[in-house]
């Protein structure tokens, strides 16, 4: 099984629309952490929610997480053309401490 | 406001010769990684580095493979015999504190074409 699933693996919206991303995990988590990564480019820190949180937001980014069912979803409000880029969600699974388990992306196409 | 830098962003190598990417991680940052990310799949996790020692390492960082912070302020990532197989994108990322308590910040990248 793996560590950080997200859905769908592609989303394509108007600009303006809301885009929501969910990632799945499998272990208990200390915190789980968005990124974003235009094509080709680095991995660019969204946002940090951890385990005892259930909803945060940042700007345009509204991050929940249940770990009951060991999901998180991210969504982006009003999106832009410049939101276009794959999101991954990354876990810091309990008993590590020291590395991120990635998920498999969402590609987010924002089109004018 | 301080970043993750990368060298070289792209390293040509042929197989069987060692190749070194290097990283400067942001200055008051004490915790440092390295992940992979071979084309079109996810970023994997290589090794965690605290303290002048490796605190985790993955299955894929073999003997192949050494981490050193040769100074205060680069960090080293060496391949020793590269393969095919280690074409990828390398990621070097540093955290203030553990990842279990904070965020971890990543560079730009090392695209590493093995022929």
């Known amino acids: 099984s793996q560590q950080g699933e997200e859905d769908p693996q592609a989303l394509s919206i108007q600009e303006g629309e809301n885009a929501t991303m969910n990632c799945s995990y499998k272990?208990?988590?200390?915190?789980l952490q968005w990124y974003r990564q235009n094509s080709g480019r680095g991995l660019v820190h969204l946002i940090l929610?951890?385990?005892?949180?259930r909803e945060k937001h940042s700007g345009r980014l509204r991050v929940t997480l249940d770990t009951s069912k060991k999901s998180s979803s991210l969504l982006i409000t009003a999106s832009r053309a410049a939101d276009t880029a794959s999101y991954f969600c990354?876990?810091?699974?309990?008993?590590?401490?020291?590395?991120?388990?990635f998920g498999t992306g969402t590609r987010l196409q924002v089109t004018l | 406001e301080p970043e993750v830098t990368q060298t070289p962003s792209h390293q040509v190598t042929q197989m069987g010769q060692e190749v070194i990417l290097r990283c400067v991680p942001i200055?008051?940052?004490?915790?440092f990684y390295w992940y992979r990310q071979i084309l079109g799949q996810k970023v994997e996790f290589l090794v965690s580095?605290?303290?002048?020692?490796?605190?985790?390492k993955s299955e894929i960082f073999d003997d192949q493979f050494s981490v050193e912070r040769p100074d205060g302020s680069n960090f080293t990532l060496k391949i020793r015999s590269t393969k095919l197989e280690d074409s990828a994108m390398y990621f070097c990322?540093?955290?203030?504190?553990?990842?279990?308590?904070?965020?971890?910040?990543f560079g730009p990248g090392t695209r590493l074409t093995v022929t």
């Open positions: 990322a540093s955290s203030r504190r553990r990842s279990d308590l904070g965020e971890q910040y």
């Open positions: 272990t208990s988590i200390n915190n």
């Open positions: 929610i951890r385990s005892n949180e």
């Open positions: 990354a876990t810091d699974a309990t008993g590590t401490a020291s590395k991120l388990t």
């Open positions: 200055s008051n940052h004490l915790y």
């Open positions: 580095f605290y303290n002048n020692e490796i605190s985790e």
